[in-house]
């Protein structure tokens, strides 16, 4: 990570700036970027770890300690007892969450990014919503996994902060921006969505790419979305829609499972919920949906060939409002303090996302 990201990030165990944080450089490049470090808070004097480029900003009680300890021993540091969780049954849905994607990486990229369905759907949907910011702009990409969205927006010449809470999640990420020459306008940061050690009004748009419904609190998580962005920061999220088809959905994916998926409590998101979570956080925000035919029916297609399918097929659908809500996911392209913004592709159908409004 480049030192000058400290300016925008926040001790993750007092809230206190990074800004001044006493930095000892274990190994950084020419460009000034961290590589290995130890970080110690100006304030509470707690430290954290740089390792493999890699900034651990986890709260204490989602830390891994065993990462921790290690670190510790090669570079003559103490360990402080683990924090105590001010919700248990968070912090344990949220280790669930980490040691289930840790597991499953290489089947991810295998079976989810290289699928000829989700690169058509990011190309038109997350990739296009990117292509609509200005160049430098300063993104922070929650739930960022193994880098598929972070890669594109970081070629797009985007500055890029990945958040995520897997930190071999990350580890995917940071050789995957390494090979396509991306890893310097791009910091990995492991912390959890919830709760961004990240300064209020510091990120020119916020994404959160379908993760929402892998989180606790989808609520919390867009709250810290609202307070990171600035002043017509721009918010954009994809998820699982609370379709009435959502039977076929599930049915087909029983029948041929075409990858693993473990979410939360909050497997499923609607209009009404996320233009309540929006507008709580001071985001106005537009719904728009996507995908009307079954993901299976994409296999064995080239992407090009997919991105047609998918971009005709929204727009087919999309145009009918009776059957709009029947897709089976759900986009938000919102902006803080509602100025005027770039609308969502026609294709995927758009409304407004009203608080209290249902699905």
Not at 38 to 60: F, M, Q
Not at 172 to 199: C, I, K, N, S
Request: aromatic share 6%; charged share 25%; proline share 4%.
């Amino acid at each position: 990570m480049l030192r000058s990201t400290l300016e925008v990030l926040r001790c993750p165990a007092c809230g206190q700036t990074m800004a001044s944080a006493m930095v000892r450089a274990l190994e950084e490049d020419a460009e000034g970027r961290l590589e290995e470090a130890v970080i110690r808070c100006s304030r509470c004097e707690e430290w954290v770890r740089v390792e493999g480029g890699i900034v651990d900003l986890l709260p204490p009680a989602l830390a891994d300690r065993a990462a921790r300890e290690a670190f510790a021993r090669r570079h003559g540091l103490l360990v402080a007892a683990p924090g105590e969780a001010s919700d248990a049954t968070a912090s344990a849905q949220k280790r669930s969450q980490r040691e289930f994607f840790e597991a499953q990486v290489g089947d991810y990229e295998r079976r989810v990014v290289g699928h000829p369905y989700y690169r058509a759907l990011d190309a038109l949907t997350a990739c296009r919503w990117a292509r609509g910011l200005d160049a430098g702009s300063l993104v922070v990409d929650l739930c960022a996994g193994s880098g598929r969205i972070t890669g594109p927006m970081a070629a797009l010449g985007l500055r890029v902060v990945a958040v995520d809470i897997s930190e071999a999640m990350l580890q995917r990420a940071r050789a995957r921006l390494a090979d396509a020459g991306l890893l310097e306008r791009v910091d990995l940061v492991l912390a959890d969505a919830e709760a961004l050690p990240l300064a209020g009004g510091s990120a020119d748009a916020v994404l959160c790419y379908g993760g929402l419904h892998h989180l606790h609190s989808p609520a919390r998580a867009v709250a810290e979305a609202g307070r990171v962005l600035r002043g017509g920061g721009r918010w954009f999220s994809l998820d699982p829609n609370a379709s009435p088809m959502r039977w076929a959905f599930d049915l087909a994916m029983r029948v041929v499972r075409l990858w693993e998926e473990e979410a939360s409590d909050h497997p499923l998101q609607d209009a009404g919920s996320l233009g309540r979570w929006c507008a709580a956080a001071g985001i106005e925000a537009r719904v728009g949906y996507t995908t009307w035919l079954l993901p299976h029916l994409f296999g064995g297609l080239s992407v090009e060939r997919a991105m047609r399918l998918l971009e005709a097929s929204d727009r087919w659908f999309g145009r009918w409002r009776a059957v709009r809500r029947w897709a089976g996911a759900i986009t938000v392209d919102g902006v803080k303090g509602g100025r005027a913004h770039a609308p969502l592709p026609r294709a995927a159908g758009a409304d407004s996302a009203a608080p209290g409004r249902g699905p």
